[in-house]
């Protein structure tokens, strides 16, 4: 089982990148997904995330009305839309994807995502 996360880079602040992350080795469609982060020196935080029906989103105050998570269970992907990005939002990204099947609302803690991907640095220049 393997999530790659890809699409980060370095952008200028106001810019927009659009993170993707595909699975492989098994599908996730019954899982929630997630993004979290984790800039030098911090602990992981919870970016965004959506059940698995994707009818339910959460983002951590701090992207609100500027990133957007989706999923495509054909393809078995998620995104991350992040627009008017700021300094603050350089770090890692990791994607994940929750333990549990046919949860109905969003895992906000990292202890509740079985699969991690391997990260994709975001670097928002000011």
């Known amino acids: 089982v393997q999530l790659q996360a890809s699409g980060g880079g370095l952008v200028q602040a106001g810019g927009s990148l659009r993170l993707s992350c595909a699975a492989s080795g098994r599908t996730f469609s019954t899982n929630g997904m997630g993004w979290f982060r984790q800039a030098p020196g911090k602990e992981r935080e919870f970016v965004a995330g959506?059940?698995?029906?994707?009818?339910?989103?959460s983002y951590a105050d701090s992207v609100k009305g500027r990133f957007t998570i989706s999923r495509d269970n054909a393809k078995n992907t998620q995104y991350l839309q992040m627009n008017s990005l700021k300094p603050e939002d350089t770090a890692v990204y990791y994607c994940a994807a929750d333990r549990t099947s046919y949860k109905r609302r969003v895992g906000f803690t990292t202890r509740e995502y079985d699969y991690w991907g391997q990260g994709t640095q975001v670097t928002v220049s000011s």
């Open positions: 959506i059940n698995w029906r994707g009818d339910s989103t």
